[in-house]
């Protein structure tokens, strides 16, 4: 993986912002390869690797994953694919993650898409989205904002620092929310 020529976005916000959701659009739109961190974890589950019960058991109570299992997934995601643009969802969620994925990958940012949406809202969503995901219950759906809120925007605010963050109003209808994503991604498709 060559850290010189990859280009990385960061895709964050709440649980239940539409990171997914955006992240299919930018694809169809932009070509980029994404990389829901959640998903690998999910497949990783699924896979029935020795690390499956341990991800199943946090991602149930709404913890983050240790860094090592998830930079490794999304490396080897990053290698296998043939893109050298990737919209990476859903991580980094805590300082760990986003100092681990650097030291190890080499790889900065070009920015971050962070999806802000109120808590009732994201709430809503979740509650009606009935694909059989284990931590849409109400119980842990309130540890996954809880984290969130401690431990995921504070990256936010590090890269805000920076001046590399794109905030987007994520509260609106779907179409609207692709209008203001396209107008940040517009100008950088070469
Ligand atoms: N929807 C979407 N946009 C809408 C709109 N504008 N108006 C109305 N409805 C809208 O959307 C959620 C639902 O809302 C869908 O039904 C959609 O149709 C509708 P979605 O696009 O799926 O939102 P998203 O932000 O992707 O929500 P998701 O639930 O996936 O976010 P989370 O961040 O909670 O989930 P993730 O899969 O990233 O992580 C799950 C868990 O894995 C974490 O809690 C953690 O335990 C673990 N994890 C780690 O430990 N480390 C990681 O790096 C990543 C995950
Ligand atoms: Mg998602």
Redesign the pocket.
């Known amino acids: 993986l060559d850290e010189k020529k990859v280009k990385v976005v960061f895709v964050l916000?709440?649980?239940?912002?539409?990171?997914?959701?955006?992240?299919a659009n930018i694809v169809e739109h932009f070509g980029y390869t994404h990389l829901?961190?959640?998903?690998l974890?999910?497949a990783e589950i699924k896979s029935g690797s020795e690390n499956g019960t341990m991800?199943q058991n946090?991602?149930k109570?709404?913890?983050?994953?240790p860094s090592e299992v998830?930079v490794k997934l999304l490396q080897r995601a990053m290698q296998e694919s043939n893109n050298d643009k990737f919209l990476i969802?859903?991580?980094?969620?805590n300082e760990e993650?986003r100092a681990a994925f650097e030291n190890v990958t080499k790889i900065i940012p070009e920015f971050v898409l962070f999806?802000d949406c109120a808590e009732e809202?994201?709430e809503r969503?979740?509650l009606?989205?009935n694909?059989g995901?284990e931590?849409?219950n109400i119980d842990t759906i309130r540890k996954?904002f809880k984290?969130?809120v401690e431990s995921s925007l504070p990256v936010v605010e590090h890269y805000e620092s920076m001046g590399k963050v794109q905030k987007i109003d994520?509260?609106?209808?779907?179409e609207?929310?692709f209008g203001a994503v396209k107008d940040i991604f517009s100008p950088i498709d070469e």
């Open positions: 916000g709440g649980p239940g912002s539409g990171k997914g959701t955006q992240c829901s961190a959640g998903d974890l999910r991800i946090m991602i109570e709404g913890k983050i994953v998830t969802d859903g991580f980094p969620r993650n999806f809202e994201m969503r979740l009606n989205r694909q995901r931590d849409d996954r984290v969130f994520a509260g609106k209808p779907r609207e929310v």
